[in-house]
């Protein structure tokens, strides 16, 4: 039977070891994962914008979907008036927001990684800000 014995009065507890040098604390990406993520929720990517202006990973996320945002609202109100017009173009509202979607998750995903996901022509136009 071996039982705990408590430390002496005068003695003290060892702490953990610090970790080995050398190891990185985390990666910028990993720090900044809520903003990476805010940066592609719409409108929400003005919080990214406004309030992480030291890390330029974050600015160009938020930059960029800003600009898809932009592109999504422009073609949903292009669908809206098409189907308004005619009502042969009723499917395309629910295409654009899907596609909106798919790339948001996307793009999601691939900044929570620390990579970039390029759009023709909305990258181009994100990266003169």
């Given at each position: 039977?071996?039982?705990?014995?408590?430390?002496?009065?005068?003695?003290?507890?060892?702490?953990?070891?610090?970790?080995?040098?050398?190891?990185?604390?985390?990666?910028?990406?990993?720090?900044?994962?809520?903003?990476?993520?805010?940066?592609?929720?719409?409108?929400?990517?003005l919080i990214p914008l406004v309030v992480v202006k030291d890390d330029r990973e974050v600015q160009w996320h938020a930059k960029h979907g800003l600009v898809l945002t932009v592109a999504f609202i422009a073609l949903s109100l292009a669908a809206s008036v098409m189907t308004f017009l005619s009502g042969?173009?009723?499917?395309?509202?629910?295409?654009?927001?899907?596609g909106w979607l798919v790339v948001s998750v996307l793009a999601i995903l691939k900044a929570i990684n620390g990579q970039r996901l390029l759009i023709p022509g909305i990258s181009e136009y994100a990266d003169r800000f």
């Amino acid at each position: 039977m071996s039982q705990d014995v408590p430390p002496l009065p005068g003695s003290s507890v060892s702490p953990p070891p610090p970790p080995p040098p050398g190891l990185p604390l985390a990666p910028s990406g990993q720090r900044n994962i809520a903003m990476l993520v805010l940066s592609y929720l719409g409108l929400l990517a003005l919080i990214p914008l406004v309030v992480v202006k030291d890390d330029r990973e974050v600015q160009w996320h938020a930059k960029h979907g800003l600009v898809l945002t932009v592109a999504f609202i422009a073609l949903s109100l292009a669908a809206s008036v098409m189907t308004f017009l005619s009502g042969l173009f009723f499917f395309l509202n629910p295409l654009v927001y899907l596609g909106w979607l798919v790339v948001s998750v996307l793009a999601i995903l691939k900044a929570i990684n620390g990579q970039r996901l390029l759009i023709p022509g909305i990258s181009e136009y994100a990266d003169r800000f």
